[in-house]
Each structure stands twice: as structure tokens, then as C-alpha cells.
């Protein structure tokens, strides 16, 4: 062995030994990892995250996966010739376009980073919202207020749902089995229909339910931004809502960052913390967990 190759795995194993904390203390909890469809675009930070999820899992961590696609539906309707109607930049589920909701949620992709997951040692299992009546929902109901006349009119996405109810028994089932859930965010409503749910507020709800210790939302943003552009490593709810009302955050982090409060909940029930974290960053999610300065913007109570 050279002198460069002993100094290389000396610095590897700094690297573990200082991990070896931060694995301890995730050991034995549950982390939710809602994996967005952006960061999902590039096949070898794809191919780095499963192997990483795979980490986690020989780690003694027990990772539950949910993924979004929203371009990944776009792309699909568009090889299908499915015209896409948005109100308000919302898209419009209707009844044509959630049966391709589902079979590229529940199916190819899900599927796909299964495939991943378990390419890597580890063994996973695709499940949906709809499996063992996880998540029931109700119809999303989304109002606006007209500028000219200040009526509060309804807005009608179709078949889009907020979850309402969480069973977390097959969940458990999964995790205690050694098992790998990755979760697609399809639901059956208390109508008995088929419902697309956002997977920013899908991902909330499991994490709520299962009592996790984080819940890791990937994006392909660094997290959230300071007047000056710089990450903010670490708000309290309260610093959160402050920030919202002046304006820091806005846009499109403003329900990213509603959904990171509700999934807090309060002492008794609820995450631990929620982190937004920019999933294009190569081993964000082991850097947010295993090291002392984490990656992305991490929301407490």
C-alpha cells in the first residue's frame, strides 16, 4: 500500500468515525424521504440516492420513500394526446387523466426505483396510498377570490384529494418485515374513487402518522433562502410563519414550508423535524443525516 492509499483510507475512516453519532441516533426511527419529481430527472444522482436509501437501511435506519412525477404524468399525457386544463397553474385531474396519474405513479415509476433500491443490496416494495386503505381522502377543495367583485369562488380540480385519514398497519407490517416502502401518492376517497394527492402533503401525513424522526423533503432548491439568498440552516416554527408573513418566503416554498408545520404537529404527536433539501446535491440525504452541518434548511416546533 502507497503512502497517498494509506492517507485515503485514513480520511475514509475519519469520515465513518464521525458519522457513527448520527447513525446512533437515527438508529431503530423512522425517516420519510418524499422524493420530488425534479430531483428524480438525472439517472446517476437517481442511481446515487437509491444506493444511498440502501445505506441507510444496513444502517439501522428505516427509510420510507415517497415519490411525486409530475413531469413524468406531463410527458406521459402528452404521448397520449390528453390536452391538460389548469386553472390557476393547477392542473386539472379529471376522470381520463387520473387513470394516467396512476399508471405512471403507482406503476413505471414506482416500480423503477423498487428496481433501484433493490439493485443495491437492499430490498424494497412498491406500494400506493390506495394498499390496505392507508390514506383515505376528500375531494381537494380550493378557492380564490375574485379580484373585481371579492367573492370567494370555488375552485374544481377534478380528482385531486387531501388525506383525511392515515392507517399505518401495512407500513408497519413493511418496516418491520426489513422492507423498504416506497410510497406512490394515489388514494381511494371516502367516495370510493380514485384520487392524485400532492406529494408534499402525502409524504406529511405518513411521516405524522409513523411518528418519524425526520421528514426529508428533496427538491432542487439548496432550501430556504434568507433576503440576501443565503440558506437559513435552521427555523422554528414560529421563525417559519414570521418569514412567510414578511415575505422572505413566497412563491412556490410557501406550501412547501405550510406542509413542513403541519407535519410538526405539536409535543405530543407529530415529526420531530422536517428538512427541505436540495436532492440534486450528490448524497444530500446521508449529508443532511450523518454529519454535523446537515444540507438543506431543517423546521422544528
Do not use: W
Not at 409524504?203 to 443565503?230: I, Q, S
Not at 412547501?256 to 420531530?272: F, M, R, S, Y
Amino acid at each position: 500500500m502507497t503512502k497517498t492509499d494509506s492517507s485515503k483510507g485514513l480520511a475514509e475512516a475519519e469520515i465513518l468515525s464521525q458519522a457513527l453519532p448520527y447513525m446512533q441516533r437515527y438508529a431503530g426511527r423512522t425517516v420519510v424521504i418524499k422524493y420530488g419529481g425534479h430531483a428524480m430527472g438525472d439517472e446517476m444522482l437517481g442511481k446515487a440516492f437509491c444506493r444511498d436509501v440502501a445505506l441507510l437501511k444496513q444502517s439501522g435506519v428505516h427509510p420510507v420513500i415517497v415519490h411525486g412525477g409530475g413531469p413524468q404524468i406531463g410527458d406521459m399525457l402528452k404521448r397520449l394526446n390528453i390536452e391538460s386544463e389548469f386553472k390557476d397553474g393547477l392542473r386539472v385531474t379529471d376522470a381520463q387523466t387520473v387513470e394516467v396519474v396512476e399508471m405512471v405513479l403507482a406503476g413505471s415509476i414506482n416500480k423503477q426505483i423498487v428496481a433501484s433500491i433493490n439493485s443495491e443490496g437492499a430490498r424494497a416494495i412498491g406500494l400506493c396510498g390506495k394498499d390496505g386503505s392507508m390514506v383515505l381522502v376528500e375531494k381537494a377543495r380550493k378557492t380564490k377570490i375574485d379580484e373585481n367583485s371579492n367573492i370567494e369562488r370555488i375552485i374544481d380540480l377534478g380528482f385531486v384529494g387531501e388525506p383525511k385519514e392515515v392507517d399505518s398497519t401495512v407500513l408497519d407490517l413493511v418496516i418491520e418485515a426489513g422492507l423498504i416502502p416506497v410510497v406512490a401518492p394515489v388514494c381511494f376517497g371516502k367516495d370510493g374513487k380514485t384520487y392524485n394527492v400532492n406529494a408534499d402533503t402525502f409524504a406529511g401525513a405518513l411521516a405524522r402518522a409513523l411518528d418519524a424522526k425526520r421528514l426529508l423533503f428533496l427538491t432542487d432548491v439548496e432550501g430556504v433562502l434568507d433576503k440576501d439568498m443565503k440558506l437559513i440552516k435552521e427555523l422554528s416554527e414560529s421563525e417559519a410563519r414570521g418569514l412567510i408573513k414578511d415575505g422572505t418566503i413566497n412563491g412556490g416554498m410557501i406550501p412547501k414550508v405550510e406542509t413542513c408545520i403541519e407535519a410538526l404537529g405539536d409535543d405530543i404527536e407529530g415529526v420531530e423535524g422536517v428538512v427541505i433539501v436540495n436532492g440534486k446535491k450528490p448524497h444530500a440525504v446521508l449529508l443532511e443525516l450523518f454529519t454535523e452541518h446537515g444540507a438543506g434548511t431543517l423546521i422544528t416546533l
